[in-house]
């Protein structure tokens, strides 16, 4: 085995065992992900000196398509929520789009799509 993929807790948000933690043992490497919060960190020993640590992230996504498959990824900053949004608008396999954010000490979540069609309704009615 040339990784080593374990859960710790989140140094940003301290969630408990939600900081995905991939070691490679051949490139001296470590990526982590919060789930939770979007926290980052980037480390490669090897030659780059690459040391990147997010601790102010977005947030994270968990795209939830038909037949429920999940797909997990961070966000590091608004931007990529709206590309995210421009790049979902089309694609009605999806069910939801849960977003979560490390906000004043909380982790709040919600679903992206409900909160997109609330939008459109409240303009619709002039609210
Ligand atoms: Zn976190």
């Known amino acids: 085995m040339s990784s080593v993929t374990k859960y710790i807790d ?7 065992n ?3 933690s ?20 980037d480390t490669r020993f090897k030659n780059t000196g690459i040391n990147e640590e997010n601790f102010n992230p977005y947030g994270t996504y ?3 398509h038909q037949y429920n498959i ?13 590309y995210l949004i421009s790049r979902m608008q089309d694609d009605f396999n999806i069910k ?5 954010r490390y906000i004043n000490g909380k982790i709040i979540k919600y679903d ?11 303009s619709k009615l002039g609210i």
């Open 112 to 122: 992206l799509i409900r909160q997109i069609k609330l939008k459109k309704i409240c």
């Open 18 to 20: 939600k900081c995905l």
């Open 22 to 41: 991939e070691y490679s043992i051949h490139s001296k490497s470590e990526y982590r992900l919060c789930y939770e919060c979007g926290y980052t960190k």
């Open 96 to 100: 939801a789009i849960i977003i979560s």
């Open 10 to 16: 989140c140094p940003n948000c301290g969630s408990p």
């Open 62 to 64: 968990t795209i939830i």
């Open 70 to 82: 999940e797909e997990v990824g961070g966000l590091s900053s608004e931007n990529e929520l709206d």
